[in-house]
């Protein structure tokens, strides 16, 4: 695909540093930039090898110099968008980024969208849909293991998994077209027999894949994770012990937080979006009435929910409401200030907190913290495959186009199964192979493109 426009724009985060970078993209990059770039041995970059570093001033139209600068010069094809691509490194201050750019863009360069520059690599062939994803997530990961993730995603792992199950139900396809058109070549057998095993085969391999999703999901965007209870029950404080740090406001003043305080905690590699809530309970104080409120969407969207419990004083009325509240979310039962004594019976533990573990801790003195990040932890990876698996699902969009994939898959087979004609086959069969391509972007809508790259940066 050939785009008519030169695209250029500041790839580098505004503000004061030592460098900044201004990207240029398009047939006419080279032309543009030898209009404003000077360079120290006198020679146009039109002139100079591909994929080298020249330095020299930017200038503008009165010759005046603007920027003392590195060019690095990148003639396509063999750039990220497959077009003529510069980066003119710069001094890293706003005001010498922004003159540069200005000057571009007076000479004919055009200033790019959110996210075109990925999205000329996406639509010229350089890289899939799922690897564009994959840029958004290393840009965005919070930890090692998500970065590893989203590295191993950009590298094709998930890109190349997905085309081996295109090439083998093409096989399959193949196979029922031949079957169609050509039926004087039938053998006595029902073809079916033949690829019945390797459908149902496919099927399983996808539902393993599936089953990466959630864990994949929650690796790259953190796991929900809220802390709930009565007032007073030590919620900032186990906040503030396990980021170790003082990031919620800790009073003996009951209702003292009244809004969501959000904080990300590294467990061995997995991010964990930490939700401190306002202490749920009846009050007439406005403010706080809103506070208990998020508390409540807080307890929905979790995907773990910390019901903290005072082991001091024991459980309450108030305790046993907010139990029934969180009832059907994956609970972990935290005891609080056990330096105080624990009150609580294993006839109570039997009784009120058998839906999920129960770990005994004390925000002021450690105790039961490593237990309980251990807990977090495992609550991720048990029933996972490998949380260092080479091949996972990221997002929903991946994991919906994988579910319907799956539907169409189980459809041939009961058809199969019931003795429908091979064309009836088909059609579910191509729909599977559709389905997988949607993974990795093969015939995707247009909207569905322009909102995926609107949450890149210009200069991405």
Known sequence: MLFQDTIAAISTPIGVGGIGIIRVSGRDSVTIVDKVFRAANKKLLIDTHTHTINYGHIINDNGEILDEVLVMLMKGPRTFTREDVVEINCHGGPVPLNTVLMELIKNGARLAENGEFT????????????????????????????????????????SKKIREYQ???????????????????????PITDDFEMELRDLVQEFNELLATADTGKMIREGVKTAIVGRPNVGKSSLLNALLEENKAIVTDIPGTTRDIVEAYLNIDGIPFLLLDTAGIRETEDVVEKIGVEKSKSSIEAADIVLMLIDSHSGITDKDIEILEQ???????????????????SREIVEEYLRYGEVINISSKTQYGLVELKNSMKQFVIKGSTSINGEVTLSNNRQKEALVKAIKSLNKVIEAIEIGLPEDCLAIDLHDAYGHLGMIIGEALKDEIINQLFSRFCLGK
């Open 119 to 158: 999205k000329r690599a996406f639509l010229n062939g350089r890289i899939d849909l799922a690897q564009v994803e994959a840029i958004m997530d290393i840009i965005e990961a919070k930890t090692e293991l998500s970065l590893s993730q989203a590295v191993g995603q950009l590298e094709g792992r998930l």
């Open 326 to 344: 969180v009832r059907g979310k994956k609970i972990i039962y935290v005891c609080t200030k056990n330096d105080l004594g624990n009150t609580i």
């Open 167 to 189: 090439e083998r139900l093409i096989q399959v396809i193949a196979r029922i077209e031949v079957s169609i058109d050509y039926p004087e070549y039938d053998q006595d057998e």
